[in-house]
């Protein structure tokens, strides 16, 4: 063999050897990727062949299929539109899912390692029985009260959350976020159509795609003191213990006020009355006594800086829920800044919470002081109905001990029957909570919270909630959210509802 024909067999060779590796590299570690694209049509195609699993609650269908007679057998229904889209998101057609859509996506679509026996009967049966069922915790009246109410809500605001919780397990009775949106137009198979609806819900100011429950956070404002009567009553405190109040309070260029007069004017209060009245100046002066590792500490032990919380099975799978933060109170050099300490006692300041947070602060102290993982997904069964999981409740922290959450109901429910909570009553139930009022940007109307629990006449822990509301106008305004979040306990509970 000639030399030019030796270079051509080596280059030959050579590219040959690269287009085996190149194969190789694809089927071996590349396949699975390019098979699971949200980009590759096929797979999109494949996937509509079969019904998606459908998604209940309280034996209701909140996310179902509809036979359609295009390249897509089925198409994607969410029958109460806006009610559950915070839940349940979306699946689209060539982006991927959210919500309880994204986190279940593996199971609804059939393709979990739960569902392989269906699989491999369908391999004989040569039938495409679809994928596997979803039921949600949501209790249908307590969602439909809080979306009702929310939305009709007396201050005209358009902005807000509620959430509720069961103490005893953390199964989530109701999940709302205002505004919201409906997600049948994102799911259409004309992907130009959806993709428009999208970009419509995606630039409203109002960002009706936020779930407000979960993904935002805001001052809590003095449903804070909740946290800080926690940490004084670790630390050798009682319900009747004195503390300094007073008109005002001046600390390090800070100025603490209450919010009127004739709250807690006199030198001393003790605790218990100083949640009741909502004292600003007691608890201020009382977190700086305390001092910032002890708010710190018990702020952290009722959940806030944990960003890896989700919210969806007891498996890890969720909604991601941001982290609730009480900010590093500190001067530049690091020393405690008092001022700041002062503000952020009464949830002001750098101090953020979600309102899942809320819900959770009210639910450990119905629950005496064990405080439950939250959870959305009750139960998966497979294409015929048979049971593949069942949530049982877990203790996500336990960051108080039965006493002093004993203490700590007692003090709320003296805020419910003598405070400033008392439009969360609930008829024929002992109900507790803590109203706040957050301060904002300058000018801007404040937030308005409330979280609370409720228990039944067999003396129970039934249901905690907690409403947000932004931007609320015309004064004192945690009251609405006070009164909302009554009318959801008391579904949840099965008593009332309208």
């Known amino acids: 063999m000639n030399a030019p024909l030796r270079r051509a067999g080596v280059v030959i060779l050579v590219l040959f050897g690269l287009l085996f590796a190149n194969l190789n590299w694809v089927q071996a570690y590349k396949a699975d990727d390019y098979r699971t694209n949200d980009y590759n049509r096929r ?53 991927a899912a959210t919500g309880i859509e994204n986190a279940e996506n593996d199971f609804l679509s059939g393709e979990s390692d739960k569902l392989f026996a269906d699989r491999v009967k369908d391999m004989f049966t040569g039938n495409n029985t679809g994928g596997g069922n ?28 509620a959430i509720a919780i069961d103490p005893r397990t953390g199964a989530v009775q109701a999940m709302v976020s205002m505004p919201s949106f409906d997600p049948n137009p994102l799911v259409s198979h004309d992907e130009k159509a959806a993709a428009a609806a999208y970009n419509k819900l995606n630039k409203d100011p109002a960002q009706p795609l936020l779930n407000r429950s979960t993904a935002e956070t805001k001052p ?67 977190g700086v006594t305390l001092g910032r590792d002890k708010v710190l500490a018990a702020a952290k032990a009722f959940g806030f800086e944990d960003d890896q919380l989700t919210v969806g099975d007891l498996e890890g799978s969720g909604l991601p829920v941001a982290m609730s933060d009480t900010g590093k109170i500190a001067n530049p050099d690091g020393s405690v800044d008092k001022g700041a300490l002062a503000q952020s006692s009464l949830g002001q300041r750098d101090v953020r919470m979600t309102p899942l947070q809320g819900a959770l602060i009210a639910a450990t102290v119905a629950n005496g002081g064990k405080q439950m993982r939250p959870y959305l997904v009750q139960k998966l069964t497979s294409p015929d109905l048979r049971t593949i999981y069942t949530a049982k409740g877990k203790v996500l922290r336990e960051p108080i001990n039965g006493q002093v959450a004993d203490d700590l109901k007692d003090m709320m429910v003296s805020v419910v029957e003598n405070g400033t909570g008392k439009r969360a009553r ?43 509301l932004e931007n609320v106008p015309g004064g004192h305004a945690s009251a609405e959210a006070a009164r909302i979040a009554g009318l959801i306990m008391e579904a949840a509970a099965g008593q009332g509802g309208n």
């Open 426 to 468: 609930i008829d024929g139930m002992e109900v507790g909570g803590k109203t706040g009022t957050a301060q904002n940007a300058e000018g801007a109307d404040p937030h308005g919270w409330f979280v609370g629990f409720a228990f039944n006449d067999k003396g129970e822990a039934v249901s905690a909630a907690c409403v947000m």
């Open 220 to 286: 809590p404002g003095s449903v804070f003191k909740v946290i800080v009567s926690a940490a004084a009553l670790q630390n050798g405190y009682t319900t009747e213990t004195e503390i300094e109040a007073g008109r005002e309070y001046r600390e390090s260029g800070a100025v603490i006020r209450n919010s009127e007069d004739e709250v807690c004017p006199g030198s001393q209060i003790d605790l218990k009355d100083a949640l009741t009245t909502s004292c600003n100046t007691g608890f201020a002066r009382l």
């Open 134 to 161: 979803v039921l949600l915790t949501l209790n249908t009246k307590a969602q439909e009260t809080a979306w009702k109410e929310l939305n009709d809500n007396e201050r005209n605001v358009t902005k807000g959350a």
């Open 43 to 95: 797979v999109v195609v494949a996937q509509y062949e079969r019904p998606r699993g459908v998604i209940e609650a309280g034996g209701q269908g909140v996310a179902t299929n509809k036979i359609t007679d295009d390249a897509l057998k089925y198409l994607r229904v969410y029958p109460r539109k806006e009610v559950y889209a915070p839940v349940l998101g979306y699946r689209p057609v060539g982006l």
